[in-house]
């Protein structure tokens, strides 16, 4: 008799132990930080919840050049959250040069999730769906509503800026 109880003990520690949810794993209670910026020249990114957020970093007394904005979502819909790439100057004339390169997104919110960007200070972006500049890759994009124009909607893995 008193195994029974011994067993019945150890399987209902097991249920409760399933349904205990430990602080801080759950997803739905932290917000996801879908607005981001990347210094090119430090390659710090930061990332906020709010739009508002990230435009108050960006407006700062440090000065900050937009080079370009990648969308989450199509027709650079601000709404799925987006990232800015910035430095302290604009890009050269010229594609003949790689002003910054990223070969690996992989580890990041943004790999494989770009679907329209937009560029600016003489900028633009050539995008790899490989790690290391390898695979299918766009020629130099100043805008795209849709990258899916270049079969790259949501597949790019590294980058360069020109």
């Given at each position: 008799?008193?195994?029974?109880?011994?067993?019945?003990?150890i399987?209902?520690?097991?249920?409760?132990?399933?349904?205990?949810?430990?602080?801080?794993?759950?997803?739905?209670?932290?917000?996801?930080?879908?607005?981001?910026?990347?210094?090119?020249?430090?390659?710090?990114?930061?990332?906020?919840?709010?739009?508002?957020?990230?435009?108050?970093?960006?407006?700062?007394?440090?000065?900050?050049?937009?080079?370009?904005?990648?969308f989450?979502?199509?027709?650079?819909?601000?709404?799925?959250?987006?990232?800015?790439?910035?430095?302290?100057?604009?890009?050269?004339?010229?594609?003949?040069?790689?002003?910054?390169?990223?070969?690996?997104?992989?580890?990041?919110?943004?790999?494989?999730?770009?679907?329209?960007?937009?560029?600016?200070?003489?900028?633009?972006?050539?995008?790899?769906?490989?790690?290391?500049?390898?695979?299918?890759?766009?020629?130099w994009?100043?805008?795209?509503?849709?990258?899916?124009?270049?079969?790259?909607?949501?597949?790019?893995?590294?980058?360069?800026?020109?």
């Open positions: 008799m008193h195994k029974p109880r011994t067993f019945l003990s399987m209902m520690a097991c249920v409760i132990g399933l349904t205990v949810s430990i602080p801080g794993t759950s997803l739905a209670d932290s917000p996801r930080h879908n607005y981001c910026a990347l210094n090119i020249e430090t390659d710090a990114m930061s990332c906020f919840s709010t739009e508002s957020e990230l435009e108050s970093m960006m407006s700062t007394s440090v000065p900050r050049v937009r080079l370009g904005t990648w989450d979502r199509t027709n650079m819909d601000r709404r799925g959250g987006h990232l800015v790439f910035f430095a302290s100057h604009g890009c050269s004339d010229t594609n003949n040069d790689v002003d910054h390169a990223d070969s690996s997104l992989k580890g990041s919110d943004w790999n494989n999730r770009v679907s329209s960007l937009i560029t600016a200070s003489g900028c633009d972006f050539k995008l790899y769906d490989g790690i290391g500049f390898t695979g299918h890759r766009t020629s994009i100043d805008s795209s509503a849709n990258l899916g124009d270049y079969d790259m909607n949501n597949r790019a893995s590294s980058y360069k800026i020109s």
